[in-house]
């Protein structure tokens, strides 16, 4: 059903106006007919006829329950029939055996599908890693203004300031006091509704046994570890304290090998208005750059990842913090009552739970910087989230880093789960066998000292690694399955079930969720994601322009994407070398960076050159950007100074965040008109080249 939305005033009987936001329909129900109320008057009092006398023809208005606050509330009764008053006036409801009508009715049948919003923004967050705007204060040409994101507003100093004031380090640990921007006093009483959330859960997990054993282990877990603790009838009744429950719910996660099934705690549930999460302040954006990070992990020879076990977990909180964090459970399995238990640890799913790990994380490094200058700084600059990635020149300072790093966070209670280790440093055998190192690939588990097998596959910041070959690869994931609680209700499509089990109908939203499974944040697939984006642009343009998102696609466009999807598979054949360093590399790099465009694209991609020490090059691809050119036409010259501009931005990003100095930077255009523009000053241009052409020349463009 088609509409539109209106803003329709109304005026009640003391004259004030009454503002509605209606949609617009062609008819609301059949005409309305007269009754006669001579048989009913005698039932209500003090009341004219007049007043409640029912107009005839067509209804105008219709308000629904969201306006549920102007609807009459029953002033008098008579058996079935009501007299009803509201700020609009009186009006009868119900029916009676003394009232007698004629009534038409007017079917309307409305289908709502309630589909997943489309959140462009994450795609745009991750194409423009490394290649974003800088913005510049008004008379600024220094080009240091920081990066956008990362600079705060006063509003977010101010939240980071609580988060910083409310950790303490004691002993062995952090203690957090949350930082609250509204008194948790006025929390409401929220007991009863977390108890009909926990029968909820409990039906749902009765229904999947083993997965209800699973749960039952974690709650116990939880408890074994003290992140959790069961409070006495004693505790209860004599804390006198703000009190607020939780409820909590599994998610799951098939790929997972540690933890499958995890059970969250719904911070953003609401009750009577009221959101845990509201509560709190957040804080600014604290995470380095992801982009940042697997530049640096491409720098050496052999790479290092570790991951912080359960984070969260390891930073405990205020005995205030405790109470807002109540839960209920019972083992239903036993008959048990049901106990009250709280939190003693930060929970993931509270709105500043992230900035407080981080910050107790980066509070921790800093503690030990002069101990330990090594593991602090890939502590300070080479996490994220919880996942640790680096590299060095050697397996020996690779396990001496992945050590200190041990000691450093123990300190703050944090425990690195395992360290995974690249292949052996190829310019240091020596070194190597001096360390027993007989295996390409090293996973150590910590205090255990299993070794991994081998091809052993890691996800690097969501980036494939093949561990035992040091190399970034792909994997193609094709699933036209329907979502089962967000997640895919079939296997993925193996390449010889491409394209017979593709649906014959594909919507621009069953293409975007396929594409989308692509992450690529180094560029490396670029000559597959590039095409993706250019054939998502088809279908905004020529009669595919006007289609929603779940209209069929064009026979001509579906063919395309079928070949796309098969294509999509030689993705898998594709391996990039982890470390861009090449055997026997000698002195410092140069950075060579190529860029080109047409009339549907442009693009850059950034090469790390080293001499070698036979006299030779080598050079290996680091990173890549691709864009598409507006629906709107432009022309090839601004495509090709766009192209330009994004190989400056990219290699400004690089040399920013890579360890080693370039001595040389190239850059190399096939546009002499770009050329001679760049070259010139960005007076005399018009507004759209002289932005770019400016920003360019800001950076010293190199010929």
Request: proline content about 4%; hydrophobic content about 35%.
């Amino acid at each position: 059903m088609r509409s539109s939305v209106y803003k329709l005033p109304l005026i009640d009987e003391s004259g004030e106006t009454v503002n509605f936001r209606v949609y617009g329909i062609d008819r609301i129900s059949s005409p309305m007919e007269g009754i006669n109320l001579n048989g009913v008057m005698h039932l209500f009092q003090n009341i004219n006829k007049q007043e409640i006398q029912r107009p005839n023809g067509e209804i105008d208005v219709l308000i629904g329950y969201e306006y549920a606050g102007y609807h009459p509330e029953r002033e008098q009764s008579s058996g079935h029939l009501l007299l009803l008053k509201n700020r609009f006036g009186r009006c009868l409801g119900g029916s009676h055996t003394s009232m007698a009508e004629n009534t038409l009715k007017l079917i309307q049948h409305a289908t709502v599908h309630h589909v997943a919003r489309i959140n462009i923004e994450i795609f745009f967050d991750t194409e423009s890693l490394g290649v974003e705007c800088s913005p510049r204060c008004g008379s600024c040409h220094c080009g240091r203004c920081p990066i956008g994101g990362k600079s705060f507003t006063l509003k977010e100093e101010r939240e980071l300031n609580l988060i910083e004031e409310g950790l303490t380090h004691e002993g062995d640990h952090w203690v957090a006091r949350y930082p609250w921007i509204r008194s948790p006093d006025d929390l409401p009483n929220n007991k009863e509704a977390a108890l009909i959330m926990l029968g909820s859960t409990e039906k749902r997990l009765q229904k999947n046994k083993p997965l209800l054993e699973t749960y039952k282990e974690q709650i116990q877990d939880m408890v074994q570890r003290g992140v959790a603790r069961k409070l006495t009838q004693a505790e209860i009744e004599n804390y006198d304290g703000p009190v607020y429950y939780l409820s909590h719910h599994e998610v799951l996660k098939p790929e997972s090998t540690s933890t499958p099934c995890r059970i969250v705690f719904n911070s953003s549930a609401k009750f009577q208005g009221h959101s845990l999460n509201n509560y709190w302040a957040k804080g600014p954006d604290l995470m380095n750059n992801l982009l940042g990070i697997l530049v640096r992990f491409r720098e050496g020879p052999v790479a290092f990842v570790g991951d912080i076990r359960k984070m969260y977990h390891a930073i405990k909180i205020s005995v205030l913090d405790q109470h807002t964090h109540r839960f209920l459970w019972r083992d239903v399995s036993q008959d048990s009552g049901t106990s009250t238990y709280v939190m003693t640890s930060v929970s993931f799913g509270d709105k500043p739970a992230g900035n407080i790990a981080t910050v107790a994380l980066r509070k921790t490094a800093e503690m030990q910087k002069d101990d330990l200058p090594n593991a602090s700084d890939t502590i300070l600059n080479n996490t994220y989230v919880d996942d640790i990635a680096d590299s060095v020149e050697t397996m020996v300072t690779a396990r001496e880093t992945s050590g200190q790093i041990d000691d450093l966070v123990k300190v703050g209670g944090f425990q690195i789960k395992h360290w995974i280790y690249s292949s052996e440093n190829v310019n240091d055998d020596s070194a190597n066998r001096s360390l027993g190192s007989k295996s390409v690939c090293e996973k150590q588990i910590q205090n255990t000292g299993t070794a991994c097998s081998e091809g052993d596959e890691q996800k690097v910041l969501g980036v494939r690694w093949d561990s035992n070959r040091d190399e970034f690869c792909f994997k193609t994931q094709l699933n036209f399955t329907p979502k089962i609680k967000k997640l895919r209700s079939g296997p993925n499509l193996t390449q010889e079930q491409v394209p017979a089990l593709i649906p014959p109908i594909l919507t621009k939203r069953m293409v975007l969720s396929q594409i989308n499974g692509i992450y690529d944040p180094l560029g490396l697939a670029a000559p597959f994601t590039l095409r993706a984006k250019i054939l998502m642009r088809k279908l905004w343009i020529g009669e595919s322009k006007d289609l929603t998102w779940d209209d069929p696609i064009p026979a001509s466009l579906r063919e395309e994407w079928l070949r796309f999807f098969i294509e999509l598979f030689n993705m898998e054949k594709v391996t990039f070398r982890r470390c861009v360093k090449p055997v026997g590399a000698v002195g410092n790099p140069a950075l060579v960076m190529f860029s080109d465009g047409s009339d549907q694209a442009y693009g850059t991609c950034a090469y790390v050159r080293w001499q070698l020490e036979n006299g030779t090059f080598g050079a290996n691809l680091l990173a890549a950007k691709s864009r598409v050119t507006p629906i709107r036409k432009t022309t090839i010259v601004r495509t090709e100074l766009n192209e330009a501009l994004l190989s400056k931005r990219l290699s400004a990003f690089i040399k920013k965040e890579y360890r080693l100095i370039f001595e040389k930077e190239y850059f190399f255009v096939d546009s002499e008109i770009v050329r001679a523009m760049i070259q010139k000053d960005s007076y005399g241009f018009n507004t759209y080249a002289a932005v770019r052409i400016g920003e360019d020349s800001r950076r010293n463009f190199s010929k």
